[in-house]
């Protein structure tokens, strides 16, 4: 066998293998075992067929076939071990070609695109105040004054968000549906329960009423099913007064000013980590974007393959077709491609431009990291080389969340107004926590 690589692009080698016929004598036997383990010949046991017989049937030049496919791997892997050569992707073979005495094979070799510098990394992004509004605060006591307010009964025709005291029955046929039948019941009026026509029904009643009509019952999946309804009591939730004493009967809190001050910490914290989502999507794209990368195709398809076989697995534990959901989303099979190269794209370049990161800063795992994955790793079941392999993983992951966190310590978060959005606490909160530990 004899080699030749070639650099025929900046992440992308080809290899052009010469193997002639004797090289592949001992495959030869090997072909011929495993082609005797699928072929039938009358008088002949699978995997019994003698040589000669297996030759005739199938024909010599499908023995060579045979022998070179499982000849290549192994030459290849040789190759670029001696050559110090780490593809990105698995080698594809690009042409194979059999001629007179030998067969000629060129070998596409994609390698990890690597960047000569980093964008600049204090880009300033413009993102949501993260402050409170008085709407927000407003909406979060609402909530806590629903929660303990109290209901009283009323007389007069039921409107939205009250409560009704109902008896509910349904006849199917002329039976009675056994699991639609409701005594004492406390609904509220536009909660959409039950059936999808109750609410319309009961707008405007008063008490004593009753009132009969046909409807779905989806729960059940039932249809046309007889509905009646009376009402013994339309009830109204009575809000309490917001005061201080009330505050201090109810909540963990003496006043409404520290219980408003709280509240609007939590609304704080809550919108910080939002918008610490929305940074890190614009910072990154703007990486991104002015590195101006350009990805290998194959190293492009492998990582779309991957997407697509974690989306797939993930509707498949959901019970969902994929012709399904292309109906339910509206997207076409080329939409979806398209989408998945553009999220492939991303993923890549982001490792790239975190990989420069981890080179240029000299980013190293610190002895407690390294002990996370050491305990992890004694959980892991394999061989020796997937075990390398598998570590060699978590190490490069930890490493890119390690840049990662630069990146955004070095960028610039500001409101439309220009003022500084403090959100780097966020960012921090996990190392700070590892040191309280």
């Given at each position: 066998m004899k080699y030749k690589v070639k650099k025929i692009g900046d992440f992308e080698s080809s290899i052009e293998i010469t193997v002639d016929f004797d090289d592949l004598e001992e495959k030869k036997d090997e072909a011929i075992s495993k082609i005797s383990k699928s072929l039938k010949v009358k008088g002949f046991r699978p995997g019994?067929?003698?040589?000669?017989?297996?030759?005739?049937?199938?024909?010599?030049?499908?023995?060579?076939?045979?022998?070179?496919?499982?000849?290549?791997?192994?030459?290849?892997?040789?190759?670029?071990?001696?050559?110090?050569?780490?593809?990105?992707?698995?080698?594809?073979?690009?042409?194979?070609?059999?001629?007179?005495?030998?067969?000629?094979?060129?070998?596409?070799?994609?390698?990890?695109?690597?960047?000569?510098k980093l964008p600049k990394l204090n880009q300033t992004v413009e993102v949501e105040s993260i402050e409170p509004t008085e709407e927000e605060i407003n909406e979060q006591i609402e909530r806590i004054k629903l929660q303990f307010g109290e209901v009283e009964k009323v007389d007069r025709p039921a409107k939205e968000s009250d409560y009704l005291l109902l008896n509910i029955s349904g006849l199917e046929n002329g039976n009675e549906l056994k699991d639609f039948n409701y005594q004492d019941y406390l609904y509220e009026l536009g909660s959409a329960l039950l059936t999808p026509s109750l609410d319309s029904k009961l707008e405007g009643v008063s008490s004593g009423a009753i009132i009969k009509f046909n409807d779905d019952i989806p729960a059940l999946g039932k249809s046309n099913i007889e509905v009646s309804v009376l009402v013994k009591e339309i009830k109204e939730k009575i809000m309490p007064e917001l005061t201080d004493d009330w505050v201090s009967s109810v909540t963990e809190f003496d006043s409404v000013k520290e219980m408003n001050e709280e509240l609007y910490k939590n609304i704080q914290n809550v919108k910080k980590r939002q918008i610490a989502n929305q940074y890190q999507g614009l910072l990154t794209s703007k990486l991104i974007e002015e590195s101006k990368l350009e990805l290998p195709e194959q190293l492009v398809i492998?990582?779309?393959d991957s997407i697509l076989q974690n989306f797939m697995n993930e509707l498949q534990q959901n019970n969902i077709k994929i012709e399904d959901y292309l109906q339910i989303t509206g997207l076409t099979e080329e939409t979806l491609q398209e989408?998945?190269?553009?999220?492939?794209?991303?993923?890549?370049?982001?490792?790239?431009?975190?990989?420069?990161?981890?080179?240029?800063?000299e980013l190293k795992l610190d002895e407690k990291e390294v002990g996370f994955i050491d305990e992890h790793m004694s959980t892991h079941d394999g061989s020796e080389a997937d075990s390398a392999s598998h570590r060699l993983n978590l190490e490069s992951e930890s490493?890119?969340?390690?840049?990662?966190?630069?990146i955004l310590q070095q960028g610039i978060s500001v409101d439309k107004n220009g003022e500084k959005v403090y959100l780097q606490d966020v960012y921090n909160q996990e190392e700070d926590l590892g040191e309280e530990e």
């Open positions: 019994k067929i003698p040589k000669n017989i297996v030759v005739r049937e199938v024909g010599e030049e499908y023995v060579l076939e045979e022998a070179i496919d499982l000849y290549l791997p192994g030459q290849i892997f040789e190759i670029l071990n001696k050559e110090e050569i780490s593809p990105a992707v698995r080698p594809v073979i690009k042409d194979l070609k059999k001629e007179k005495k030998s067969y000629k094979i060129e070998v596409l070799i994609t390698l990890w695109p690597k960047l000569s492998a990582e779309m989408d998945l190269k553009n999220q492939a794209t991303r993923n890549l370049s982001m490792v790239v431009i975190l990989d420069k990161v981890v080179e240029d800063q490493l890119r969340n390690k840049a990662m966190l630069h």
